[in-house]
């Protein structure tokens, strides 16, 4: 198979909060193995790219990305069928996309919550996150309690106001932080986190919260990156209650200990969580997550085959 992924984000962001980019990156690297596949952003000279594909894989959707330069490859395509790989139920295709027949689509979610403009031939649902996962990482001295990291998301607001008070740790982007604030977060604010490879951000902290949107309480989606991220860098995770019909479809071990309903619960399970109870957490959800890790590349790679 010759295959072309199109990364809608700089490359250059890898080391970025930016989950989809790393798992661009990790699902070329599996694909290169036993295909022709290269991956591209817009940040690339595309005027020497004029192969045929037997496959172009758009991923993700930001709306900077410079669509019109891959006009011309795209147009002149004979036999190629053309993919978009999205981890996010809440993201819109861009209409570049769209006036082209979308032959399939790759995705976190159940197919019933994809968009009506979204219209695609056929449908794979699989564990993207999982792509980021790796064994756990030494385990060093904690110096933070608990922390949350994203983007701003509407859907989310309700346990904004729950959580994000006193000494809730909240990093986000500068561009967030106003949103953040007009929605009654009264919370400590840091930048994003770093991602580099073994020094990451996240291993100084004791906990972690995950949150999901409302939709997600129906719509199946597989746990989010943060879940996996949290597991190699040896952080807890507590969940607000309401995640309980995801934790259960999810196939993880997550003990009831671990579900969360107010900010006072938070400390308190920091303060008396067993560490064997903890332990078995991290060590139990880190090989499962590695597991189905190869299953999710070889679950891609067998879609593409026998398409």
Same mark, same amino acid.
């Given at each position: 198979?010759?295959?072309?992924?199109? =990364?809608?984000?700089?490359?250059? %962001?890898?080391?970025?909060?930016?989950?989809?980019?790393?798992?661009?990156?990790?699902?070329?690297?599996?694909?290169?193995?036993?295909?022709?596949?290269?991956?591209?952003?817009?940040?690339?000279?595309?005027?020497?790219?004029?192969?045929?594909?037997? &496959? @172009?894989?758009?991923?993700?959707?930001?709306?900077?990305?410079? &669509?019109?330069?891959? =006009? =011309?490859?795209?147009?002149?395509?004979?036999?190629?069928?053309?993919?978009?790989?999205?981890?996010?139920?809440?993201?819109?295709?861009?209409?570049?996309?769209?006036?082209? #027949?979308?032959?399939?689509?790759?995705?976190?979610?159940?197919?019933?919550?994809?968009? %009506?403009?979204?219209?695609?031939?056929?449908?794979?649902?699989?564990?993207?996150?999982?792509? @980021?996962?790796?064994?756990?990482?030494? @385990?060093? !001295?904690?110096?933070?309690?608990? @922390?949350?990291?994203?983007? &701003?998301?509407?859907?989310? #607001?309700?346990?904004?106001?729950? &959580?994000?008070?006193?000494?809730?740790?909240?990093?986000?982007?500068?561009?967030?932080?106003?949103?953040?604030?007009?929605?009654?977060?009264?919370?400590?604010?840091?930048?994003?986190?770093?991602?580099?490879?073994?020094?990451?951000?996240?291993?100084?902290?004791?906990?972690?919260?995950?949150? =999901?949107?409302?939709?997600?309480?129906?719509?199946?989606?597989?746990?989010?990156?943060?879940f996996y991220e949290s597991l190699f860098c040896n952080c807890m995770v507590l969940f607000d209650k309401s995640c309980i019909n995801t934790i259960?479809?999810?196939?993880?071990?997550?003990?009831?200990?671990?579900?969360?309903?107010?900010? !006072?619960?938070?400390?308190?399970?920091?303060?008396?969580?067993?560490?064997?109870?903890?332990?078995?957490?991290?060590?139990m959800n880190s090989e499962t997550a590695l597991i189905e890790r190869d299953k999710t590349l070889y679950d891609i790679e067998q879609f593409l085959?026998?398409?």
């Amino acid at each position: 198979m010759k295959i072309l992924l199109v =990364e809608t984000s700089p490359l250059s %962001k890898f080391n970025d909060v930016t989950v989809h980019v790393r798992n661009s990156v990790e699902l070329c690297n599996h694909l290169k193995q036993r295909n022709d596949c290269r991956l591209i952003s817009d940040e690339a000279d595309i005027t020497d790219v004029t192969e045929q594909f037997d &496959y @172009i894989i758009f991923i993700s959707a930001t709306f900077y990305f410079k &669509y019109k330069r891959f =006009e =011309e490859l795209m147009n002149n395509q004979k036999a190629c069928k053309i993919g978009w790989l999205s981890n996010e139920h809440d993201l819109f295709m861009q209409n570049f996309l769209k006036q082209y #027949e979308i032959d399939f689509m790759i995705s976190n979610f159940e197919e019933w919550g994809v968009k %009506k403009a979204h219209k695609h031939n056929k449908y794979l649902m699989t564990n993207l996150n999982t792509l @980021i996962a790796k064994p756990r990482n030494p @385990i060093c !001295d904690k110096k933070y309690d608990i @922390i949350f990291y994203g983007t &701003y998301r509407k859907w989310r #607001e309700i346990y904004y106001k729950k &959580y994000f008070i006193r000494d809730f740790i909240l990093s986000t982007s500068s561009k967030n932080i106003k949103k953040f604030l007009l929605s009654g977060c009264d919370c400590n604010l840091t930048d994003k986190l770093s991602w580099e490879l073994g020094k990451e951000t996240l291993n100084l902290f004791r906990s972690s919260l995950y949150i =999901e949107d409302t939709i997600n309480h129906k719509l199946y989606n597989h746990l989010a990156n943060r879940f996996y991220e949290s597991l190699f860098c040896n952080c807890m995770v507590l969940f607000d209650k309401s995640c309980i019909n995801t934790i259960k479809r999810s196939g993880y071990h997550i003990d009831d200990y671990f579900l969360i309903d107010s900010y !006072d619960e938070i400390a308190d399970k920091i303060k008396n969580v067993d560490p064997n109870l903890l332990e078995d957490f991290l060590k139990m959800n880190s090989e499962t997550a590695l597991i189905e890790r190869d299953k999710t590349l070889y679950d891609i790679e067998q879609f593409l085959l026998n398409y």
